[in-house]
């Protein structure tokens, strides 16, 4: 009848098992006390350290010549901003800067002056050009500042 239990419970397996580990640990300790038993020769380490004297060089004199640039012409684009007609600006809440009138043509309207700007412009920069900057943040901010926001 064959041998139904496991194999790990079985006797011949745990007596071979002991039997090699026996064998190993055996032929391991002898092998290490043979290396350890006879000292091999090691290198012998010499350090040499030479030093050697050099003259020192003569101070020498450098002379250094700084070129001038000369400057370059600025070239400035300005823009013309030829006067309109009558201004016809209506102030979008209603009333104007002119004291409460909803039409600007008697008097000044709320852009700030009396001529109209271009379409899409968004504020006017203190150098005298527009601005068409979506927000109030950064419009005119490499022209002096804004003069004047259109609404």
């Given at each position: 009848m064959p041998d139904i239990r496991p194999l790990h419970k079985r006797k011949r397996v745990w007596a071979g098992g002991?039997?090699?580990f026996v064998i190993g640990a055996t032929i391991a300790s002898t092998g290490s006390s043979q290396a350890s038993s006879s000292p091999t020769p090691r290198p012998k380490v010499t350090v040499?350290?030479?030093?050697?004297?050099?003259?020192?060089?003569?101070?020498?004199?450098?002379?250094?010549?700084?070129?001038?640039?000369?400057?370059h012409p600025t070239v400035t684009v300005t823009k013309t901003v030829k006067p309109a007609a009558p201004?016809?600006?209506?102030?979008?809440?209603?009333?104007?800067?002119?004291?409460?009138?909803?039409?600007?043509a008697g008097g000044s309207s709320s852009s700030g002056g009396g001529t109209s700007h271009?379409?899409?412009?968004?504020?006017?920069?203190?150098?005298?050009?527009?601005?068409?900057?979506?927000?109030?943040?950064?419009?005119?901010s490499h022209h002096g500042g804004?003069?004047?926001f259109f609404s």
């Amino acid at each position: 009848m064959p041998d139904i239990r496991p194999l790990h419970k079985r006797k011949r397996v745990w007596a071979g098992g002991f039997t090699l580990f026996v064998i190993g640990a055996t032929i391991a300790s002898t092998g290490s006390s043979q290396a350890s038993s006879s000292p091999t020769p090691r290198p012998k380490v010499t350090v040499t350290a030479t030093a050697t004297q050099t003259a020192a060089p003569a101070p020498t004199v450098t002379v250094a010549v700084t070129k001038t640039a000369k400057p370059h012409p600025t070239v400035t684009v300005t823009k013309t901003v030829k006067p309109a007609a009558p201004a016809t600006h209506r102030s979008s809440s209603g009333s104007s800067g002119s004291g409460g009138s909803n039409s600007s043509a008697g008097g000044s309207s709320s852009s700030g002056g009396g001529t109209s700007h271009p379409a899409g412009a968004t504020a006017l920069c203190n150098d005298g050009t527009y601005s068409y900057a979506a927000h109030h943040q950064g419009a005119c901010s490499h022209h002096g500042g804004v003069a004047v926001f259109f609404s």
